[in-house]
């Protein structure tokens, strides 16, 4: 289930596909607030159960994706998500899907 509908609202829940032009991407798996020393994974390789995961981080009020876990791995993820090259910052609210939905 991506999206949960509780009194009239929508709520974003563990994991969310991207599909971008028709093609289908990794689902996003949001960790919580990010952790110094924590593995999180890019979507381009095995996470959990054979599902390619990519990990959404949540450090000061801001959404960070990993984008390369062989970067995070070699710098042994101490690097903050807003300075490692190996997360992208993502959204400001866990929300945003169903804010994109709801505005469009």
Same mark, same amino acid.
């Given at each position: !289930?991506?999206? $949960?509908? &509780? *009194? /009239?609202?929508?709520?974003?829940? +563990?994991?969310?596909?991207?599909? %971008?032009? =028709?093609?289908? /991407?990794?689902?996003? %798996?949001?960790? =919580?607030? @990010? &952790?110094?020393? $924590? $593995?999180?994974?890019?979507? $381009? %390789? #095995?996470?959990? *159960?054979?599902?390619?995961?990519?990990?959404?981080?949540?450090? +000061?009020? !801001?959404?960070?994706?990993?984008? *390369?876990? #062989?970067? /995070?791995?070699? #710098?042994? @993820?101490? !690097?903050?998500?807003?300075?490692?090259?190996?997360?992208?910052?993502?959204?400001? &609210?866990?929300?945003?899907?169903?804010?994109?939905?709801?505005?469009?």
């Amino acid at each position: !289930m991506l999206f $949960k509908a &509780t *009194n /009239g609202t929508i709520t974003l829940t +563990e994991y969310v596909p991207i599909i %971008r032009s =028709g093609i289908k /991407g990794s689902p996003l %798996r949001i960790v =919580g607030a @990010w &952790t110094s020393g $924590k $593995k999180y994974y890019d979507g $381009k %390789r #095995d996470a959990e *159960n054979g599902i390619f995961y990519q990990d959404v981080v949540l450090y +000061e009020n !801001m959404y960070y994706v990993c984008v *390369n876990t #062989d970067s /995070g791995e070699s #710098d042994h @993820w101490v !690097m903050t998500p807003d300075v490692a090259t190996y997360f992208q910052k993502f959204a400001v &609210t866990e929300n945003f899907v169903a804010d994109k939905i709801i505005a469009n």
